[in-house]
T-cell receptor, first 113, second 114 residues
Framework: AQSVTQPDIHITVSEGASLELRCNYS??????LFWYVQSPGQGLQLLLK??????LVQGIKGFEAEFKRSQSSFNLRKPSVHWSDAAEYFC???????????FGKGTRLHILP | NAGVTQTPKFQVLKTGQSMTLQCAQD?????MYWYRQDPGMGLRLIYY???????DKGEVPNGYNVSRLNKREFSLRLESAAPSQTSVYFC?????????????FGEGSRLTVL
């Protein structure tokens, strides 16, 4: 069955440090992959998406993600985090071009001053 | 632009009662979705509709029914509410014809079943 795994429930980094959030998807043809962010009390906002082509994808707010087929991964990165990046991050996938979009359980990011 | 509008925003039910969550989008999107969000569980897909007249089960459809009333509206019905259905429900829509894949979410509906 289609699935997305985010291995880290919580991650804490210091402000200014680099960040990598992990996402793995279950086997399938090249999936559509997404990262969304949900700030406290807010709705979900799309950070970036991958459909095909260049495996390094740039998004909003200085985020990027790299699709690695060999590892079934789509990890989110940011070179230097800001206190405002504290939020919950969700990886999502659409495996079969069938509109069925599945989310991972999320990673909550905490920022130390 | 209203985007995706959900009603009601808050609802308290007793076990066994029924209710319908309404969702409407004004972006002319073909695809619409219902998710539930619970702490530690992320967003789980309940039902989705790829186009007017079609609906499909998601990950957790049991206890729910949906209706794609027209292109704009997609309702979620709980026929006999259970405490396990206490959750925050999100409706979303997407424009597949432009292949963007981006989901646009409503503000959420917080449902408590006693």
């Amino acid at each position: 069955a289609q699935s997305v795994t985010q291995p880290d429930i919580h991650i804490t980094v210091s402000e200014g440090a680099s960040l990598e959030l992990r996402c793995n998807y279950s086997y399938g043809a090249t999936p559509y992959l997404f990262w969304y962010v949900q700030s406290p009390g807010q709705g979900l906002q799309l950070l970036l998406k991958y459909f095909s082509g260049d495996t390094l994808v740039q998004g909003i707010k200085g985020f990027e993600a790299e699709f690695k087929r060999s590892q079934s991964s789509f990890n989110l990165r940011k070179p230097s985090v800001h206190w405002s990046d504290a939020a919950e991050y969700f990886c999502a996938t659409e495996m079969n071009r069938d509109d069925k979009i599945i989310f991972g359980k999320g990673t909550r990011l905490h920022i130390l001053p | 632009n209203a985007g995706v509008t959900q009603t009601p925003k808050f609802q308290v039910l007793k076990t066994g009662q029924s209710m319908t969550l309404q969702c409407a989008q004004d972006m002319n999107h073909n695809s619409m979705y219902w998710y539930r969000q619970d702490p530690g569980m992320g967003l789980r897909l309940i039902y989705y509709s790829a186009s007017e007249g079609t609906t499909d089960k998601g990950e957790v459809p049991n206890g729910y029914n949906v209706s794609r009333l027209n292109k704009r509206e997609f309702s979620l019905r709980l026929e006999s509410a259970a405490p396990s259905q206490t959750s925050v429900y999100f409706c979303a829509s997407s424009d597949r014809t432009r292949n963007t894949g981006e989901l646009f979410f409503g503000e959420g509906s917080r449902l408590t079943v006693l």
